[in-house]
């Protein structure tokens, strides 16, 4: 999860909203991501999506089987479908996202029996620093009226 933090820390640092994830397979490190949606102009840049994408192309296909994605906080609707058809099989989370988490905070995709695949789901791992960072964020783009999003 320390990992994940580096790549949230690298989205502040663009003043991105501060997530990060790291996949691992087989004790390495094959895929990073942090948020680009402003720096790229693109909804779907969540650092879920980057860190598949990479994790995909370092194994050469699509299916991540056996891996472990550390994401700082609790993925969305579209990045837990891209677990599921990634075929990540565990998900170890920082913090819950009570307005847009699909992991079990509004509903739990990863363990919805109608789906093909289901993923291993932890909470709380570095939970305060992973809270801390999006909550200072967001305090910061309150109090300081320069950033636009």
Same mark, same amino acid.
């Given at each position: 999860? &320390? *990992?994940? *933090?580096e790549e949230a820390y690298k989205a502040l640092s663009t003043y991105e909203v501060p997530i990060g994830a790291v996949i691992v397979h087989e004790d390495k490190v094959i895929g990073r991501g942090y948020n680009r ?5 693109? !909804?779907?840049?969540?650092?879920? %999506? %980057?860190?598949? #994408? $990479?994790? @995909?192309?370092? *194994? ?25 058809? @990634?075929?990540? +099989? ?7 996202? !009570? ?5 079990? @905070?509004? %509903?739990? *995709? ?7 695949? &289901?993923? +291993? ?7 305060? $620093?992973?809270? @801390?960072? %999006? ?9 300081? #009226?320069?950033?636009?999003?």
């Amino acid at each position: 999860m &320390r *990992l994940a *933090l580096e790549e949230a820390y690298k989205a502040l640092s663009t003043y991105e909203v501060p997530i990060g994830a790291v996949i691992v397979h087989e004790d390495k490190v094959i895929g990073r991501g942090y948020n680009r949606r402003e720096i790229d102009k693109d !909804p779907t840049a969540h650092a879920e %999506i %980057i860190a598949i #994408k $990479e994790a @995909s192309k370092y *194994l050469g296909g699509w299916r991540l089987t056996g891996a472990t994605i550390y994401v700082t906080l609790e993925p969305c609707a579209m990045c837990a479908g891209a677990i599921i058809n @990634s075929r990540i +099989d565990r998900v170890v989370i920082g913090t819950k996202d !009570p307005k847009g988490g699909c992991c079990g @905070s509004i %509903i739990n *995709l990863l363990d919805n029996p109608g789906f093909n695949h &289901r993923a +291993d789901v932890k909470f709380g791992v570095l939970e305060y $620093e992973c809270s @801390s960072i %999006i909550t200072n964020f967001f305090k910061q783009i309150r109090n300081n #009226k320069q950033y636009k999003f």
